[in-house]
């Protein structure tokens, strides 16, 4: 007897009840965004229970794909292909305008329309950005169910598009449910890593499928064999047998008589016996849908021509009827995966060959038009080589590396070109067959590489290119000793191994991009573009003079040229040069308005985010934080709507924790966090993040975020400017930590920020620091200690070095000046200079602290009264931003002077190390003591549900305990009664 495919429903209660909830907020839910990441061995029910939750789901429509197992990583956007196109065709009804803007899904969606030409390296940004577009408008008002099936064999395109996805969740009407093999999951797995990652995101959930217990197979076996089962069935061995797996309980039950059929020592056997029992026609037709993948169209499946074409439509029938293939749309799909693999292992190694041979000619003989699905010339490389037909695998695979960048596939591309490196010399006519050297080929893998981040793999082979276009002496080859063509493509390679190199330092990225520049013809039209790449890598190597030299000399060039997009580059470096560096703000900010426009009318993605990051910045720096804050505001929509991940270390994190907006702030960090990748940006990310704790006297947290930022962003990889931030919060915490000689002597090492040409911000950020170290320590008196007078001294000088350009740094100035001061009066004048800059600016933390030092100084003056007036100010911005560590430093002032409300426990809510909890976790931990569930917590903290499910999850880790009832047991248990109370 054949179990049905549509075979009643048995156990999984809990899970169906969670993934209806998950559809019920995507539904109509005030946060509707979420996914499900369902894992659990081949065969548990994972595809059962989606067909369960599809049947019974109030959303408005469901999209299903999954991914291929071709043994090669997969293809590129397989599963997305097949969900989005019929969703595609209803908008092509409903909204074709909409169809119309979405230019590059026609990359993967080539019924659309014509796609773009050749892509660059924005393009799969834009592809990310479109298909999030069209989800919304499918999603919207009813709600979409998108299922992406065996992510454990996806590809990397894939795993990127998902991942965006994931980060991308918010507001969107959609429920996204992945599934994921763990058996398939070894060491090296790329899934293995990404999941914990993904599964801490809020919005997301991983549910283990585990397999039956007793009573469900029993429930499954009287399903599937009617209420008389017991009688006949043993189901204690079944369950025995099956170890609870739904897939081989049904397997089982194919057999006729149970109790007499022989029990099959394997699932593999298991599953082949329904296949044996087929025609050979019938079994013939399963073995190709096998090699297919598990999947395949009726057209390409009648192209491969192994079954007579009379015969073909009975014997689909007859494997259909026997419940081994199915058929969903105009495609035939095996019952499951393990059924693919263990036909495909039972195919003998000839049967094999045919089999891949017969559909590489079927998918070559259709022209691969659309170049997608299971015509995609993916395809046709994979069965080339898993045929062994060398030649024709080169020539396969060399074609599919081509489509990989025109499909905005570079990871693909890279696997394919890489894939061509292998067999070139295996294959004697290589350079016939793709019509290129393999130098070539090596310098498109390199160009691959970089555009998929694998910066190490680019260098390699770069480098390798190098030393076979010129017998390992490039050091010592001058232009004219170059022919034309070799040089050309000599300054190629070291293009590419410099953009790639920046990961490891920006020096020797330079170095590469100054011998390119010295090998390439002058009057090349690569020119302005590799000298654009070079201005930009001197301005961040803090090179600024010869920095404007090169982009200037860029402009010139690209006027001559036409070439607009590099013209745009250097102006968004000499743009960020005059108003950072050179004072000249207006000057700084008109270019990279022009450069940001010029990148948007023309399509130029990176070139439009970086020109916005810069505005924004220079903006910040000049003190124009609300204005700041809306270019932030607005570049983060861009990069979303462009689909480029764009945090940039969180500059708008930064404007809000210096407007004093610490919540703010707080949740932007956390959201910015959830759409990182674990990039650089990720370090820093949490270097603003621990900033945001410094400012609460949050010490502990701050130092657990530094640490986070150096995990993600080791020291070594830094470049200048973020290294010697990275230094300067190091210098904060010490000073929060009052270990002020271990301060001093980091600021010794700081001191002389960058050689001849300082860094104006940072030269100045290491000399206030310094200063305020130093006052710290010696209450602003000379004289007591030569080593710290020394160091008084040489801040004295180094200020003097330091250039002023922007109101940031005016304001740096006037704080230095007043805390190197030994004049009390001297002090206070600077001081309340500084108090009306950072009023003006908005700058809240700094009106605080200058309010804070101008207080001591008239103090020490005699003036008490105006002392206690600036403290009475200062404690009532504190207490209305937040800023912990500021109140107990200014109680540790009213101490010294001697004034009344000096009780340092009086000035801040909770003591920073408690439990390692942040002051906000806290006031979470309060309210989920108190029963309080996650929306009612966030309209009381006037926060997100999902910042609360962070702050839960948070302390949940901290407490070490695994939920909310434990956690509240543990903070008794900690006494932390008290400060749950002042919490609150």
Known sequence: MVPSTDSQF????????MLLAGADRARGGPDPGSAVVLVGEAGVG????????????????????????????????????????PLARELAVTQPQLLDQLWELRRILPELGPAPTVPDDDHQGRLFGEVRTLLEHVATPSGLALIIEDVHWADRSTRDLLVFLLHNLVELRLHLLITCRSDDLHRTHPMRRLLPELTRLPEV??????PLSRAEVAEQVTALRGDNAASTVDVDLVYARSGGNPLFVESFLAYDNLAQAPVPETPRELLLGPVRALDRPARTVVQMVAVAGGRVSHSLLTGVKQVPEDQLDAAIAAAVDANVL??????????HTLLTEAVYSSLLPGERGTLHRGFAAAIEDAGASPPVGDRCPVRAAHHRYAAHDLPEALSASWAAAQAGYTVVSRPEALHMLERVLELWDQVPDAEQRTGVDRVEVRLQAARAAVSASEPERAVDLATAGLDELTGGILAELRAEHV?????????????????????RSYDQAVADLRQALRILPSDHSKGPKLMATLAADLMVRWNFQEGVEVAEHVQELAREQGDQHSAAEALITLGTIAGTQHGRFRDGLAQLRHARDLGGANGWARTELRARYNEATLLQLDGHLTEALQAHTVRLERACELGIPHNKGGGRVAVLRQLGRLDEAEQQALADLRRSSGDSGTGMLYSEYAKVALHRGEVAAARERLAEADRHQPGDLLRPSVRLSRQLLELQLLIAEGRLEQAAHQVWQLRRCSGDEPEIQYCWAVVERGAQVWRMFTGGRTGSDPWWDELHRDLRGESTRCRTAGARVRLRQTMTAGLLSTDPDRTRKHMEAAITQADTTGIRHVSAEARGWAAEAAGLGGNIAVAEELLTDAHRISVDHGFGGTLRWLAEIRQ??????????????????????????M?????????????????ELSIAVKTVSVHVSNLLGKLGVPNRGAAAARARELGLEPYLADAG
């Open 923 to 939: 006031e979470v931990l309060r309210l989920v003591a108190a029963g309080w569930s996650n929306p009612q917590i966030a309209a």
């Open 483 to 503: 022919p034309r063509i070799d040089a050309v493509r000599i300054a190629d390679l070291l293009h590419v191994r410099g953009d790639a190199l920046r990961v």
């Open 326 to 335: 199915r058929t969903e749309g105009s495609e035939y799909v095996l019952r």
């Open 205 to 210: 959930m991983r549910v283990d499928l585990h």
């Open 46 to 85: 994972k595809s059962r229970l989606l067909r369960e939750y599809t049947a019974r789901t109030p959303l408005g429509r469901v999209a299903l794909g999954s991914c291929p197992e071709l043994g090669i990583g997969g293809l590129p956007f397989a599963p997305f292909i097949t969900a989005l196109r």
């Open 896 to 921: 010294r002077l001697g004034l009344a409300g000096s009780d340092i426990s009086d000035t801040a809510t909770v003591p920073a190390d408690l439990a390692g909890l942040t002051r906000r976790e």
């Open 10 to 17: 048995v156990g999984r209660t809990d899970e169906i009840t």
